[in-house]
Structures are given as structure tokens and as C-alpha cells.
């Protein structure tokens, strides 16, 4: 099993209709949109997010049959995924 924390980061590659989303987040209540980072991989722009700020923005959106906001391969950093072997030997006793 791995575990990440809410708090690290994904970089998601927004579509048009992903980043109208997000700037209508803030611009509804009056409020100038925080720019977002992006960081550019294989010719594509990705966003970088914490977890929850996308699951915040995005959540309800994502669906199946759903036009989705954003790309659905969502990129980590590898040292924000722990391995979790104590649960997994955990898991194997109790089959």
C-alpha cells in the first residue's frame, strides 16, 4: 500500500474548462484568483496543487460520463508516496 497527505502537491494539466472553473471559484465571490504555478512536461502545462485545493476546486466535477476539468493522470513526487509495508504485512496475515 502507499500513502500520500492531502497537503503535498499533484500537478494536474488543466483543460479550458478546468481553469474557468477555478478562476469562477474566486471570481464569484469578488475575489482576484491566486495564480497558479505550472510547470511544463512533454509539451504540456501542469498545475501545481495540493491535493485538497484540488478536491476542493474539482471534486463534485469529477464523474463518470463527466467532462472532466482536468487530465485524469495526476502527477506526484515521488518522495510525497510512502510504502507502507507494515500495513501490507499486516493485510497478508489477516487472509
Do not use: R
Amino acid at each position: 500500500m502507499y500513502k500520500f497527505n492531502l497537503n503535498d502537491y499533484w500537478y494536474i494539466c488543466l483543460t479550458e474548462k478546468g481553469e474557468k472553473i477555478y478562476k469562477d471559484n474566486f471570481t464569484k465571490y469578488n475575489l482576484e484568483p491566486p495564480s497558479l504555478k505550472y510547470i511544463e512536461i512533454n509539451n504540456k502545462k501542469y498545475a501545481k496543487m495540493q491535493a485538497w485545493e484540488v478536491m476542493e476546486h474539482f471534486g463534485s466535477l469529477i464523474g463518470m460520463g463527466f467532462s472532466n476539468p482536468f487530465e485524469l493522470n495526476i502527477l506526484m513526487n515521488e518522495k510525497d508516496v510512502k510504502i507502507y509495508n507494515k500495513q501490507i504485512s499486516k493485510l497478508k496475515k489477516e487472509k
